[in-house]
């Protein structure tokens, strides 16, 4: 029973990062979206054509605030410097016109959190959320699951960490190669909200996890039980 209640449960985590999966992806085709809407209109005015009222119209909240941060260079911003930035720039406004308050920014924050992570204070855009320096033995597969099932083909023996795309030290799960969770199974988004460290060594991934991650590992049951 202990065997199928894990199974059914992992079955759930799986379900569940896939949706985390495609909703982050919806996101992020959004705010590309909003963000060549931006640049198309930045264009026009360039010529000395008049902006067109939808392309501000067209864009979400949570679009500006993306379009922010990325031409922020993805370094993290407070609600406030947020705030200030799309006001200042124009990029959205609340229905009476008004501009954005700080408050609406926290809020549109954490109904997308598919999109956007917070630290504290700061707010960063998941998808770029940076990953500690790696040593020579480690490989990340990010976005990559061909690369990382191949990795898998070529090291029977080795080990992997599951972590979120962003590494917490509470969530740190090593695996070996040839753990039964892990099929290839199409469809599914293997390397993108949870990404792979891989490397032969156990010992390696372990020291990482500790030194850059800042926590321990925890060891996979089907894999270490």
């Given amino acids: 029973m202990t065997e199928l209640a894990e199974a059914l449960e992992q079955g759930r985590e799986i379900i569940k990062a896939a949706l985390a999966g495609a909703r982050a992806e919806l996101a992020a085709l959004d705010a590309r979206r909003a963000e060549l809407e931006t640049l198309i209109a930045d264009g ?6 008049p902006r067109s009222p939808a392309a501000t119209a067209a864009m979400t909240l949570h679009d500006a605030l993306a379009l922010v941060l990325r031409e922020n260079d993805h370094a993290p911003m407070t609600a406030r410097e947020l705030a200030g930035a799309v006001n200042e720039r124009g990029l959205y406004r609340r229905r009476d016109g008004s501009p954005v308050e700080v408050n609406q920014v926290q809020a549109r924050v954490n109904n997308y959190d598919a999109l956007f992570e917070k630290d504290g204070a700061l707010i960063r855009l998941r998808e770029e959320s940076p990953v500690p320096a790696l ?3 480690i490989t990340l597969f990010q976005d990559d699951d061909s690369g990382f099932f191949a990795w898998l083909n070529d090291h029977p023996d080795g080990y992997f960490i599951n972590s979120e795309r962003s590494p917490k030290p509470t969530y740190l ?3 070996r190669t040839g753990c039964s969770h892990f099929t290839g ?3 599914l988004h293997w ?3 949870y990404v792979k460290f891989c490397s032969p060594a156990r010992e390696d991934l372990e020291d990482w996890a ?7 590992v925890t060891l996979c049951r089907a894999c270490f039980g």
Avoid: I
Wanted: no cysteine; aromatic share 0%; charged share 25%.
């Fill in 185 to 187: 199974s199409p469809g």
């Fill in 191 to 193: 390397t993108k909200d």
């Fill in 173 to 175: 799960v090593l695996h």
């Fill in 44 to 49: 026009e005015a360039a010529l000395g054509r």
């Fill in 210 to 216: 500790l030194g850059s991650a800042g926590g321990e």
């Fill in 135 to 137: 040593p020579r033995s």
